[in-house]
């Protein structure tokens, strides 16, 4: 399994960012899909899960209203569109994929077990 996250960059506060997560190497369809995120000294902490249909989605308290995750089944592709972000955002964003197919969508980071290398986005205030 091989996920490919992309779309980070320098970006002021108020501003949007897209991220992008390929992934291949599973039956992509099956699996739900998250982003994290990691800031040095701290944990990685959920941002934001989407079911493997595309018609569930949970967000972290911290990004909700402003960040929208999405897939694309076809393309084996997820998607992270972040408005109105803050400095507080600032951190290497990882997509993650599920253990195990189908299920609830989870929030935990034992919930995957197939991480991408991770794009650092950066909100300078």
């Known amino acids: 399994v091989q996920l490919q996250a992309s779309g980070g960059g320098v970006v002021q506060a108020g501003g949007s960012l897209r991220l992008s997560c390929a992934a291949s190497?599973?039956?992509?369809?099956?699996?739900?899909m998250g982003w994290f995120r990691q800031t040095p000294g701290k944990e990685r902490e959920f941002v934001a899960v989407?079911?493997?249909?595309?018609?569930?989605?949970r967000y972290a308290d911290s990004v909700k209203g402003r960040f929208t995750i999405s897939r694309d089944n076809a393309k084996n592709m997820m998607y992270l569109q972040m408005t109105s972000l803050k400095p507080d955002d600032t951190a290497v964003y990882y997509c993650?994929?599920?253990?195990?197919?189908?299920?609830?969508?989870?929030?935990?980071?034992?919930?995957?077990?197939?991480w991408g290398q991770g794009t650092l986005v950066t909100v300078s205030s």
């Open positions: 190497g599973r039956t992509f369809s099956r699996f739900n």
């Open positions: 989407i079911g493997w249909a595309g018609d569930r989605t």
């Open positions: 993650a994929i599920h253990r195990v197919p189908w299920g609830v969508p989870g929030i935990r980071y034992s919930d995957y077990d197939y």
